[in-house]
């Protein structure tokens, strides 16, 4: 029987070995882009569907009842990744050598119909595997999806055209800095966020996450920018926040029909993911909590024409 998840969050389950500027170092934190988005999705809905070639050694007795792996096809072992982490908050993952082809660690486009969604994040994959992704949830039926970016992928060959269809498939497209980045290169957030805009017009929702600076987004058909602060919050691991924050995003946006409460969910879910190791400060917050952070929230968004410039995230 077909089974039936309000959201579904496709990308990698992950072990990773961290090393931080400081040069403090974790071991073995179990992650992946997949389980922190959905994490952060399910922060606010109570269950989220995870959708990721899952390994017998990884630890999924630490992920609670919230998140539904029963759509996660079998792999030999998990994805192994090196983290590094420097000053500037800009970080690079390097998979070890029998975790090498990261193809193998993705869904496939056959993994959109292994059950039913009404809203979908494709996570950071190689490109032509999340064209093909998207392609399929829309032929399931899937009514949002959600698309963060390989910004390993962008560096390594710079084809415009192709990461250009890869976003125009998408109805919510929410890179990083270093994403935006990677394809504008030289550009300030608020400079690639226009030219994003240029090159898919009809996307929904343009955010670009600027870490510590908040995010920075577009909504289609608008004349204004949209700037929602970072929730100030002690930081013990930014590992994950970008994908806690893409859950948020697709969660309210769900519950409210409003791009705007999606973005300050985001940020709620990404504020609780840096407050401690891996994924445990999402699985510890209440929904008491988080609507508190979104009250305290709600008041700091800022907006602006289009044509002006942004100081908050230069």
Known sequence: MSLVSPLAFFGSLTIDDLVFADGSTRWAIPGGNAVFAAMGAALWTGHASVVAPLGPDYPVGLLGKRLDLSRCPPVSHTLRNWGLYEDDGRRHFISRSSSRNWSEFCPRSVDASSGNQIAAHVAAMPRKLGIELIKELRKTGTRTISLDLDDHDLLRDTNLDETIELVQGADLFLPSRQDAAAIFPEMEPFESLRRLRSHAPHVYMIAIKCGAEGVVAHIAGTEE??????????????????????????????EHDDPIEGLLYGTVSASFCIEALGFAGLAAATQEQSRNRLAMLRPLIQRGLMESSISAVR
């Open 225 to 254: 920018w949209v700037h929602v602060p970072a929730l100030q919050v002690p930081l013990v691991d930014a590992t994950g926040a970008g994908d806690a924050f893409c859950g948020g995003v697709l969660a309210g946006l769900a």
